[in-house]
């Protein structure tokens, strides 16, 4: 549907009661759309008309289109008196629009999307990734389809120089129509704050806002669900104005019971609550040139399979590729090797095979092949070893140097 809608009527008493009762309309049929007035000014005498703007009176594109206009306010409440039900059957009658992507299954237009992961998990590489890509109007990681919009982004993470060379290293191109606010102490809460982007993405014609990260925007305390309701309705503003919203936020550190992507978000469960997709971003272990992606959350549809994404550098440049589906059988070995390190951390003197497979049946429900090859692959790097033990038992024992508990930290 539409985003912005400009008015601009005759200037006279006619021609303001025409727009007033055209904006009315307006806001009852296209309540989602962002309504522009434009009253002409006042060098033009009453009755004047857009067109004695441009022919008589000095009119130009960019004064009419960015000075002139002015955003309608919504009305701040509702009269309760005058709420009207649908019916069930009115509701099975009515058509709506397929949901539009920014970037295909992955950022809903005007939605909120969450890219989360540990420091240093390539969330902002994959954020410059997706600005350039919506930007450009080209394919994100050569896969998923974009839309085309200028974007905005509002990093209070990084200083503009880093900023700059990692754009250069993604080969993003200068006239590609991506804006940036460094550093500027932004506070998402703050009105004055957020009409001044609502302002910038107006002018510039921003459809799609990027925010890096969630902590460094706001200063309330992330573990209080009242707190962070404020923080996103603050934020839903933008997207009630036409724009999409695309932010980073960080994950707790995973211990090894195992915890979905959406319980290892930081902060109050209304963070994940208020997005409407959110994607986890991790390392694999045992590449380094590989990310691994999993879709926590998609409002919309079914969320995708976890999936694989290639690293590739050459010299100081980078690039980021979809490498299709992650392995879901590798992905049980490795969680199977973290919880024996920890369970054997915890067990000084070792644990038979069947105890340490009857552990992970417990803790994580996983058995069977996984739990044999994730043992002989730690035995045979020598993170764990066999030991002889009473009578003919042997027992597995993980290697004091490999220890977590002793290495200040869990082994993920």
Not at 302 to 309: L, Q
Not at 356 to 368: D, M, P, R, S, V
Request: contains cysteine.
């Amino acid at each position: 549907g539409m985003k912005k809608i400009h008015v601009c009527f005759d200037r006279d008493e006619a021609g303001e009661k025409g727009a007033d009762h055209l904006i009315r309309l307006l806001e009852e049929n296209l309540s989602e759309a962002a309504i522009y007035k434009i009253t002409l000014p006042d060098r033009l005498p009453a009755g004047g008309d857009i067109t004695d703007y441009f022919e008589k009176y000095d009119g130009n594109p960019d004064e009419l289109m960015l000075d002139l206009p002015k955003l309608v306010k919504k009305k701040a409440s509702v009269d309760s008196s005058k709420l009207q039900p649908i019916r069930i059957d009115e509701l099975m009658q009515m058509q709506f629009s397929e949901n539009e992507w920014v970037i295909e299954k992955i950022a809903p237009s005007q939605g909120i999307t969450i890219i989360s992961g540990a420091p240093a998990s390539y969330k902002t590489w994959l954020l410059l990734e997706m600005a350039k890509c919506i930007a450009g109007g080209t394919e994100f990681l050569q896969k998923f389809k974009c839309k085309q919009s200028n974007v905005l982004i509002v990093d209070e993470e990084n200083h503009p120089n880093l900023i700059k060379k990692r754009l250069e290293s993604l080969g993003i191109q200068s006239d590609l129509p991506i804006h940036l606010l460094s550093q500027k102490n932004f506070i998402v809460t703050d009105e004055n704050l957020v009409k001044q982007i609502l302002e910038i993405c107006r002018e510039r014609d921003i459809g799609t806002v990027f925010m890096d990260s969630l902590v460094r925007i706001n200063n309330a305390e992330e573990n209080d669900a009242s707190q962070m309701s404020k923080v996103f309705q603050s934020i839903k503003k933008l997207c009630q104005a036409g724009m999409t919203v695309i932010l980073t936020h960080h994950e707790r550190k995973e211990t090894f019971v195992k915890s979905s992507a959406q319980n290892r978000l930081r902060g109050s469960s209304d963070i994940s609550a208020s997005a409407d997709t959110h994607l986890s971003i991790r390392k694999d272990k045992d590449n380094p040139k590989k990310l691994i992606v999993e879709q926590a959350k998609n409002r919309y549809e079914m969320e995708m399979e976890p999936w694989e994404v290639d690293i590739k550098q050459e010299g100081n440049k980078i690039s980021f590729a979809f490498a299709g589906a992650h392995n879901k059988e590798g992905r049980k070995k490795d969680e199977a090797k973290a919880i024996i390190a920890n369970v054997l951390a915890e067990n000084e003197e070792g644990l038979l095979r069947r105890e340490l497979a009857a552990k992970l049946k417990e803790l994580a429900n996983i058995g069977g092949k996984s739990v044999r090859e994730a043992v002989d692959e730690m035995i045979k790097g020598e993170i764990i070893v066999e030991k002889a033990g009473k009578g003919n038992e042997k027992r597995i024992c993980l290697k004091d140097e490999q220890d977590p508990a002793r290495n200040g930290e869990l082994a993920l």
